[in-house]
């Protein structure tokens, strides 16, 4: 629950600054009467997004079990491959996010009467569709049909809702200007998370392609410790849930697993290395810092 938490609060933060750079430009620039276009591509976006994840959940299943399991560990590894994607675009580009979408803004106020809309459900559907694909994935982790885990399956749908709640009462405060997070901070603690999870994700994805017989490997165990942890107890859960935890790992799943967790992580903290060692140059211009400035 707290890891599907962290995913809605973290794209939902996202979308949440999308929609309000959105806004307060159009407040600022004395484009009021604009406005309801915004809210019409957040509708639309929004609306694609719900429609994706029901897709995803009940979609597949008129489906024989291989197909299932084939297409579940298929669209798990595409959600990791998105996840890493965003994680490494929001480090590099989230002190620019505000002049781009600006900028976005200023050429469809120009242009055709939906252009603005069109913005708005690009902007936000991008961050919706990754939620619904990365959230579908973690929920199958936390209680597929093959593991021994007694996790409910709304449970990790109402963490994600939460997160989303707070994610849209954070952009409405910044909006009003009652709060101010660093972001920069933020999306670094949060990114390095969602690798773990992601990592987690991962090794359910390559299980699943076993079980579907697409991957070799299904019964030749890198460890089984199903007899010491019980994933139905409480620690159990937390660990499936948090971290995605199998007490029955395949060497396939095993190595997978350490592999993209230390490429990742080693890569993200080189990244973010990159970026504090620029930071002086950018810090001697006389504007702050776009993570500290009212939106």
Same mark, same amino acid.
């Given at each position: 629950? $707290?890891?599907?938490?962290?995913?809605?609060?973290? +794209? *939902?933060?996202?979308? %949440? /600054?999308? !929609?309000?750079?959105?806004? #307060?430009?159009?407040?600022?620039?004395?484009?009021?009467?604009?406005?309801?276009?915004?809210?019409?591509?957040?509708?639309?976006?929004?609306?694609?997004?719900?429609?994706?994840?029901?897709?995803?959940?009940?979609?597949?299943?008129?489906?024989?079990?291989?197909?299932?399991?084939?297409?579940?560990?298929?669209?798990?590894?595409?959600?990791?491959?998105?996840?890493?994607?965003?994680?490494?675009?929001?480090?590099?580009?989230?002190?620019?996010?505000?002049?781009? $979408?600006?900028?976005?803004?200023?050429?469809?106020? +120009? *242009?055709?009467?939906? %252009? /603005?809309? !069109?913005?708005?459900?690009? #902007?936000?559907?991008?961050?919706?569709?990754?939620?619904?694909?990365?959230?579908?994935?973690?929920?199958?982790?936390?209680?597929?049909?093959?593991?021994?885990?007694?996790?409910?399956?709304?449970?990790?749908?109402?963490?994600?809702?939460?997160?989303?709640?707070?994610?849209?009462?954070?952009?409405?405060?910044?909006?009003?200007?009652?709060?101010?997070?660093?972001?920069?901070?933020?999306?670094?603690?949060?990114?390095?998370?969602?690798?773990?999870?992601?990592?987690?994700?991962?090794?359910?994805?390559?299980?699943?392609?076993?079980?579907?017989?697409? /991957?070799?490997?299904?019964?030749?165990? #890198?460890?089984?410790?199903?007899?010491?942890?019980?994933?139905?107890?409480?620690?159990?859960?937390?660990?499936?849930?948090?971290?995605?935890?199998?007490?029955?790992?395949?060497?396939?799943?095993?190595?997978?697993?350490?592999?993209?967790?230390?490429?990742?992580?080693?890569?993200?903290?080189?990244?973010?290395?990159?970026?504090?060692?620029?930071?002086?140059?950018?810090?001697?211009?006389?504007?702050?810092?776009?993570?500290?400035?009212?939106?």
């Amino acid at each position: 629950m $707290l890891g599907n938490y962290l995913i809605g609060l973290r +794209e *939902g933060l996202e979308a %949440s /600054l999308v !929609v309000t750079i959105l806004i #307060a430009y159009l407040v600022k620039s004395d484009r009021r009467h604009l406005l309801p276009r915004i809210w019409v591509g957040v509708g639309a976006a929004v609306a694609v997004s719900l429609a994706f994840g029901a897709l995803l959940t009940f979609g597949p299943r008129g489906l024989t079990f291989e197909a299932q399991e084939a297409i579940g560990g298929t669209l798990s590894i595409i959600a990791v491959v998105f996840v890493t994607w965003m994680i490494f675009w929001m480090a590099r580009a989230a002190r620019g996010l505000g002049g781009e $979408l600006r900028g976005q803004i200023d050429r469809a106020a +120009e *242009g055709g009467r939906w %252009s /603005l809309a !069109v913005v708005a459900a690009l #902007a936000v559907g991008r961050e919706g569709l990754e939620t619904a694909l990365f959230l579908w994935a973690a929920t199958q982790t936390a209680t597929g049909a093959h593991t021994a885990s007694t996790v409910p399956a709304w449970q990790p749908l109402v963490g994600a809702a939460l997160g989303l709640a707070t994610a849209v009462v954070l952009g409405y405060l910044l909006y009003r200007g009652a709060v101010r997070i660093d972001l920069t901070r933020f999306f670094t603690w949060t990114g390095g998370f969602l690798i773990v999870i992601a990592a987690g994700v991962l090794g359910y994805g390559i299980h699943d392609l076993q079980e579907a017989g697409v /991957l070799p490997g299904l019964n030749n165990l #890198a460890f089984d410790v199903s007899g010491t942890i019980n994933e139905g107890s409480w620690y159990g859960t937390l660990l499936k849930g948090v971290f995605n935890f199998s007490a029955q790992t395949t060497w396939l799943q095993a190595v997978a697993w350490v592999l993209y967790l230390s490429i990742t992580m080693t890569v993200f903290v080189f990244v973010l290395g990159v970026r504090r060692r620029s930071r002086p140059a950018v810090a001697s211009a006389p504007a702050a810092s776009p993570d500290k400035q009212p939106v």
